[in-house]
């Protein structure tokens, strides 16, 4: 067996624990709580869902097996038909997962993943001089000595900032190159029926989260599934914003649901005198200069109120040509896409220092048992709990803030956006989205003299310790060569996406894709550069969750 | 989850109101320390049962117990009420974060932001000690009263409900009642900016504008308040409790407030620093002023009233002009549209 993984018959008990759980925290009302799982999963499958009919006709089956029983049923076997629904939610949220196979695909893993990263064709492959290998194009940065010293010390959860599917793979490279144990994490159902990642990621230490399930139970289910998981030791991977970001921008909220799993497994590990009970949070930022996805993400976000999706399946996630395209270039154009960890916390948002020791703001070791004790007895607190949450959210947070590297392709984009933007100070987002038309150019230099403005700020910033640019930006900072930068960054918008964001001709730069020009701008909302407001603010704010 | 045991409680800070809540906790029967900077202050508390500078002619409850070792003070207590005025908050949380733990609960009962940076008195808390469960006591409660044992109510907020029970157990009495919040932020924002309204109502009294004039500041005044509040992103609700309206009334109607003392003697002709020197304490309504008009700017907000104080305090303005540039503005809507938006 692997290090760090759970074995196939520890994935058993996990999910048998977790059932017994959640049936054991079910007082009087099982009754209530079938007939609310009726009709959520009635409302579910009410709608059919393109390439899970097998799936949808064996619910269908159950539930009416389900309705049938209910009301022959004395009260006293209710429980019984509820853990039977819990059960399968748990065993499929476990089922993808094949520790033989797992085991197998990370001892094959660095090979097959550069072949599915850089390649992808054969044909591809004989074409170059050797295989470029997409971890050459991946910086790894922060603080990684500490993180198997932690790994050592109790169980860690990576939370990485989310802009694009490519981003468990990235961690999956960046994992075995700092050869850290495999990491779990709740990937959409969704993916896995993805054709390029599906059948590799069933097996790559992913459990399923099927985002189409409304029913509070199974959300329950889920969390459970990850506190216990966490409760055995089993390193995770949670994508703390829920879903991709939808504009572009560093998240700025969480789901607290998720997070709350690490104090609730921090909680039982001392109750049950576990030997290892810390857990440990480490934010990441990922940024990429250009995004595979960004067209269709950012359209989402566009979209009016009530008509964005929560789940994208058909994105260019989806698509080898996309794939292709973006891999090419990312090579060609030799972009770097910067993985960096930040500051180690735990769950009640404190920094751990090197030993995994908790500190207070000041630097001072503290026992962070004590948030958890009342005259030195472990006390349960549910509200207690999700304030420790929010703690942890803000400092999450805070860590994304300061961890995101700069790219030419955001200063370029920031500059030519709000040089539009000042022009036209009377509209709103979308209209002045759709008053950027072919007829509008900017002046090369008018972007210059911007982008020198910007990069004086954001050198500021850097020293400050507020954000980090890419070696580029801080290169072109330095030196006050803006040319370079914009060079930089029209080579990178004119090559992957179907037309470039902005391009060049003559002495005036073109807006071509002015939606991709605000997802790309966006990586640097909120930091105050050049007095502009923040526009995810004034953007449709999302009902429901976004996932997907 | 409310606890019937005793719990051990420290008061930091006795000054006028430190040594009041001190006071209070102790004649409902608890054991309590009481934090004193200066030891003998902590001595004549414990010798005399008096704190003449502050509180003279009160005989204070036998259970307090004064000292002047922060270390001493703190020490295995269960929750911590933290007195200090705003300018010395940030040095006493400093001294205290080597000597508190994280199980340890704290209630700081100071109104005021930090001159410079805005902070409220519960992130400096959070940026200075392992305290996480805190929260806030604040509402119309005049030290002098209370102590003479006339009926009031407080507010103690708190995210964490475990801390509103502490807090509440250890004060309420026949006649204090205490009424919990979990607008942390709106109940500290309340407790700061009416000091601001307290000055101008200070001016109107000493001017003699009638009762109609003073109930027209307080009311435009709440609205300001709650304005602001807001737009910080405190509940505007809160701003219609006792640590919102509550307060802001009976600072406006009490002539022994420190900052109507200073409105009063603006509106005699005194200079600010003739004011400040005359009352020989600090008001905090003349640093709010200058935070809130800050605060103001920084949020693109009208707030003519907190606006004219601080021309009046900053700026050499008569608080004559002042009240006329006041009745001769724009005139807004009664209830501002952004509150009653916010409103859930």
Known sequence: ?548 | MVESQARSVSVLGAGNWGTTVAHLIGQNGYQVRLWARAPEAAAEINERRTNTRYLPGLSLSTNIVATSALEQAVADVDLIFIVIPSQAFRTVCAELGPLVRPAQLAVHATKGLELGSYKRMTEIIGEETSLRQIGVLSGPNIAGEMCSGKPAGTVVASRFPRVIEAARELLRSKQLRVYGNTDVLGVELGGTFKNIIAIAAGMATQMQLGENAKSLLITRGLSEIARLGVALGADPLTFSGLAGIGDLMVTCASPVSRNHRVGAALARGMTLTEAIDSLGMVAEGVKAAKIAHELMIAHDLRSPLMEGVYRVLYEGLSPQQGLRELMTGAVQDDIDPSLVRSAP
């Not at chain 1, 009410?46 to 799936?55: C, F, K, L, M, V």
């Not at chain 1, 330095?478 to 391009?503: C, K, M, Q, W």
């Not at chain 1, 966006?522 to 930091?527: A, E, W």
């Open chain 1, 1 to 548: 067996m692997l290090p760090g993984m759970l074995s196939a018959g520890q994935v058993e008990k996990v999910v048998s624990e977790v059932a017994g759980r959640i049936i054991e925290s079910v007082h009087a009302r099982a009754l209530d709580l079938i007939h609310e799982t009726l009709w959520w999963e009635q409302d579910r499958l009410s709608t059919p869902e393109p390439g899970a009919e097998a799936e949808a006709l064996a619910d269908k089956l159950f539930y009416a097996e389900i309705r049938r029983q209910l009301p022959r049923l004395p009260e006293s076997e209710h429980r019984a038909l509820l853990e039977r629904i819990v059960c399968r939610y748990a065993n499929e949220i476990a089922g993808n997962f094949n520790p033989a196979v797992y085991k197998l695909a990370a001892k094959l893993g660095p090979p097959v993943l550069s072949a599915m990263l850089t390649g992808l064709s054969p044909r591809r492959l004989f074409q170059r001089d050797g295989i470029p290998r997409l971890d050459q194009h991946l910086i790894i940065e922060g603080d990684v000595a500490t993180l198997g010293r932690l790994h050592d010390r109790g169980t860690l959860i990576l939370t990485p900032t989310h802009s694009s599917n490519l981003d468990s793979l990235v961690i999956g490279l960046a994992i075995q190159q700092l050869e850290l144990p495999p990491l779990t994490y709740g990937a959409g159902l969704s993916l896995f029926r993805n054709p390029i990642v599906g059948r590799f990621l069933q097996n790559l230490g992913a459990y399923a989260v099927d985002r189409r399930k409304r029913d509070p139970l199974y959300k329950r289910t889920l969390k459970e599934y990850a506190t216990v998981s966490l409760e055995f030791g089993q390193d995770n991977l949670f994508f703390p914003g829920g879903a991709r970001s939808r504009s572009g921008a560093v998240e700025r909220k969480l789901k607290k649901g998720l997070l709350g799993c690490s104090v609730a497994a921090y909680r039982n590990n001392l109750i049950h005198s576990r030997p290892k009970p810390d857990i440990y949070i480490v934010p990441c930022t990922i940024s990429y200069p250009l995004v595979l996805e960004a067209s269709t993400l950012v359209e989402d976000w566009l979209a009016e109120a009530g008509k964005s999706r929560y789940i994208i399946v058909d994105d260019e996630f989806s698509r080898w040509e996309r794939w292709l395209d973006f891999l090419r270039d990312v090579f060609s154009l030799d972009l770097k896409i910067h993985l960096r960890f930040g500051q180690a916390l735990d769950p009640f948002g404190n920094s751990v220092d090197a030993h995994g020791g908790s500190i207070d703001p000041r630097g001072r070791p503290i026992d962070p048992r004590g948030y958890l004790e009342v005259k030195g007895e472990l006390v349960d607190d549910p509200i207690r709990d999700a304030e420790y949450t929010r703690s942890l959210e803000q400092r999450i947070i805070r860590e994304f803030e300061i961890g995101n590297v700069i790219h030419s392709t955001h200063v370029l984009a920031f500059a030519c956006f709000e040089l539009l933007r000042r022009a036209r100070p009377d509209l709103d987002l979308y209209r002045l989205l759709g008053s950027i038309g072919p007829e509008q150019t900017l002046a090369l230099p008018e972007v210059e003299a911007e982008i020198e403005l910007i990069l004086v700020e954001l050198a500021a910033l850097a020293e400050a310790n507020e954000l980090r640019l890419s070696r580029i930006v801080a290169d072109v900072a330095a030196h006050g060569d803006t040319r370079t930068l914009i060079r930089t960054g029209l080579l990178a918008f004119g090559s992957y996406h179907n037309r470039p964001v902005v391009e060049r001709r003559g002495i005036r730069l073109h807006v071509s894709d002015p939606k991709l020009l605000v997802y790309y701008r966006n990586r640097l909302d909120g930091y105050g550069l050049r007095a502009a407001p923040s526009l995810p603010s004034i953007a449709p704010q999302k009902q429901g969750y976004g996932h997907g």
